[in-house]
C-alpha cells in the first residue's frame, strides 16, 4: 500500500497487535509502519488489566523499547466520540484509534472487519485502515517476507482462529504477476 509510508502516526489496535505478536512479526511492522502508537484505553485495558498476562508482558516490553508509544484522547476527541453515537458491538479501542488517526491524518491497524466497516463511513476519508493480512501482503511486495513466510503466517493464525479474509500466498504470487506482466 503506498499511502503507508506517509503516514504521521499508526494507531494499533489490539487485534492487530496480538495477532503479529502471534507470528513474530512485531519488529516487521514497527519497521514498515512508524511512529506505531496504542490509544492509552487499548493499552491500558484491552492489552492490559483485560489481556492475558503474556500480552500484557508483550504490551509493556514494546512501549518500554519505544516500539510503540501511547497516545490519549483529548476532550475534543472524547466529543467527536460521543457524536458518533456507536452501537455496543463496536469496541472503544477500535473507535479510540480511529479518532486519533482522523485527528493526526494517520492510518488505523485493526482486524476487527465489522468496526472498520462502521467506522469508515464516518470517520474522515484521509484515514487509511489496514489489517494483518494488508501489512503482511505489503511487506511481502517489498520483499520483506517470502511467500513461504505467508503460508506459514496464515497457517498460525488460522490455528489460533484467526481466519483471513484471502489466501495470503495466492494473492502475493497473484499480484507478483500482474507486476511482472505489466513491465
Same mark, same amino acid.
Given at each position: 500500500m503506498s499511502a503507508a509510508s506517509d503516514k504521521s502516526v499508526w494507531m494499533l489496535d489490539s487485534s492487530t497487535f496480538i495477532h503479529v505478536v502471534m507470528i513474530d512479526r512485531l519488529q516487521l511492522l514497527s519497521n514498515l509502519r512508524t511512529p506505531l502508537c496504542f490509544p492509552e484505553y487499548v493499552y491500558r485495558f484491552e492489552l492490559g488489566v483485560n489481556a492475558k498476562l503474556r500480552t500484557r508482558q508483550n504490551a509493556k516490553e514494546c512501549v518500554r523499547c519505544e516500539q510503540v508509544t501511547v497516545q490519549q +484522547?483529548?476532550?475534543?476527541?472524547?466529543?467527536?466520540?460521543? *457524536?458518533?453515537?456507536?452501537?455496543? %458491538?463496536?469496541? &472503544?479501542?477500535e473507535i479510540a484509534c480511529a479518532i486519533i488517526a482522523e485527528r493526526n491524518?494517520?492510518?488505523?491497524?485493526?482486524?476487527?472487519?465489522?468496526?472498520?466497516n462502521w467506522l469508515c463511513d464516518r470517520i474522515s476519508g484521509s484515514v487509511v485502515w489496514e489489517d494483518t493480512e494488508d501489512f503482511l501482503l505489503n511487506a511481502?511486495? +517489498?520483499?520483506?517476507?517470502?511467500?513461504?513466510?505467508?503460508? *506459514?503466517?496464515?497457517?498460525?493464525? %488460522?490455528?489460533? &482462529?484467526?481466519?483471513?479474509?484471502?489466501d495470503l500466498r495466492q494473492e502475493h504470487l497473484f499480484r507478483l504477476h500482474a507486476r511482472n506482466t505489466k513491465q
Open positions: +484522547l483529548t476532550l475534543e476527541d472524547l466529543e467527536r466520540i460521543a *457524536e458518533l453515537e456507536a452501537p455496543r %458491538r463496536i469496541g &472503544l479501542g491524518q494517520g492510518g488505523v491497524l485493526c482486524d476487527d472487519r465489522r468496526a472498520k511481502a511486495d +517489498l520483499w520483506h517476507i517470502s511467500e513461504f513466510d505467508l503460508e *506459514e503466517f496464515q497457517s498460525t493464525l %488460522r490455528d489460533n &482462529l484467526y481466519v483471513c479474509r484471502i
